[in-house]
């Protein structure tokens, strides 16, 4: 049975992080609190790792995990360019409940599944996320779930589905507010001659909050769009990424 390590606790804390660091060294899963949800993490840049991530939760290629990073720096690495409405929005947003799909570097090896070119990259808001990811570097993350089943708010809900494909479970609580993270394509600001962000998944950052710092570059609320006249708003019609499920933390 995979241990469970309340982080609350220091003594906890200092062993759970030194266990999680060595799974994620060895490819293994690791179960981690986030500002969102828990999210069941693995070396983003391991392919095995990132197929054992999906294997668990039940997932396909065509479902990839987003990357959660533990600042701009390794934002930019990851990414093929980082745009000045994008650099304002984290400035306001990170860390945070916002994940930015973006066209990945081109020069990285590595295969997170049917990503189309893109990655979504998201700052997480929790010390325990954060300490961890200062040490492994960039995770591939998606909620520590079944898919289909509610997000874990829990170590221990999350324990309860994914069991022993899971090495480590860092515990630190109930999650805060349980939202997803809000999930936005900004692929068409990279060298596109119509630039416009689009919402993939509304959640912890309303459209409001994205509006006050992005203006006319997020695409009209629904309400506004269905005033003009009928548009898809199927991520699937519009995204380069493939399209978040319903219990997809965005990563958490």
Known sequence: MSPIFDCRDEAQLLSGMRQARQAIGRGDLVVIPTDTVYGVAADAFSAKAVQKLLDAKGRTRQMPPPVLVAGTATLRALVAEVPEP?????????????????????????????????????????????????????????????????????AEDSEGMLGDSVAVYLSDGPSTTGISSTIIDATSLVGQAEPLVRVLREGAVSREQLRSVLGDLLEPDPEADEADGPVAHEPEAVAPHPAPDPDEPGGP
């Open 86 to 154: 994008i650099e304002r929005l984290v400035e306001e947003f990170w860390p945070g409940g916002l994940t930015i799909v973006l066209p990945a570097q081109p020069s990285l090896s590595w295969d997170l599944g049917e990503t189309r070119g893109t990655v979504a990259v998201r700052m997480p808001a929790h010390r325990i996320a954060l300490k961890l990811l200062e040490e492994t570097g960039p995770l591939a993350v998606s909620s520590a779930n079944l898919t289909g089943k509610a997000a874990g708010i829990t």
